[in-house]
Antibody, heavy 119, light 108 residues
């Protein structure tokens, strides 16, 4: 059974960089599929952030592209998200997930982690 | 950017009834790259349907998806108590992979 678990700070200061890691178990990232990040502000809808393949190939949401970096560490079976210059608008539950098809459609999800941007 | 509009915003039904949820796109969704997710409070979304009509692994056959172009529908044939949740559609063929705003399915 594929399982994903997000980890990282729950509080980030404005203008700093948000950093999260997703650890995958039950499946080797190197075996295939794209792996992605999605976020959901409290009480609001979902927004795809970006996705990565084990080779390092990435796709980003154009609305966030200038601030986002997604990387992969196949030796640890992890992938990571960095979002720079954060503001209160970046406060959200951040999910990591596996893309079943076409980079942006997700079948396995982590439980999510709330990141609050506040001084 | 493709904008997805879901209707109704809230749907009140009783267990055993049929639910019909709509998702309308501002422009044609390429190759029916349209998915539906279910989300319960405090939980991650769960993929129900992809490719407009293909059920994801383990999804009961009371869930079905249909549509093409700009109009898509999720149908739940007979509501079970565990089906009351928020449902999102998503188009995943274009660069932003946008989601609709959600339809809340509540118990009447």
């Amino acid at each position: 059974q594929v399982q994903l678990q997000e980890s990282g700070p729950g509080l980030v200061k404005p203008s700093e960089t948000l950093s999260l890691t997703c650890t995958v178990s039950g499946y080797s990232i190197s075996s295939g599929y794209y792996w992605g990040w999605i976020r959901q502000p409290p009480g609001k809808g979902l927004e795809w952030i970006g996705s990565i393949y084990h080779s390092g190939s990435t796709y980003y949401n154009p609305s966030l592209k200038s601030r986002v970096t997604i990387s992969v560490d196949t030796s640890k079976n992890q992938f990571s998200l960095k979002l720079s210059s954060v503001t209160a608008a970046d406060t959200a539950v951040y999910y990591c997930a596996r893309a079943i098809t076409m980079v942006r459609c997700f079948d396995y999800w982590g439980q999510g982690t709330l990141v609050t941007v506040s001084s | 950017e493709i904008v997805l509009t879901q209707s109704p915003g809230t749907l009140s039904l009783s267990p055993g009834e049929r639910a019909t949820l709509s998702c309308r796109a501002s422009q044609s969704v390429s190759s029916s790259y349209l998915a539906w997710y279910q989300q319960k409070p405090g939980q991650a979304p769960r993929l129900l349907i992809y490719g407009a009509s293909s059920r994801a692994t383990g999804i009961p056959d009371r869930f079905s998806g249909s549509g093409s172009g700009t109009d898509f529908t999720l149908t739940i044939s007979r509501l079970e108590p565990e089906d009351f949740a928020v449902y999102y559609c998503q188009q995943y063929g274009s660069s932003r992979g946008t989601f609709g705003q959600g339809t809340k399915l509540e118990i009447k």
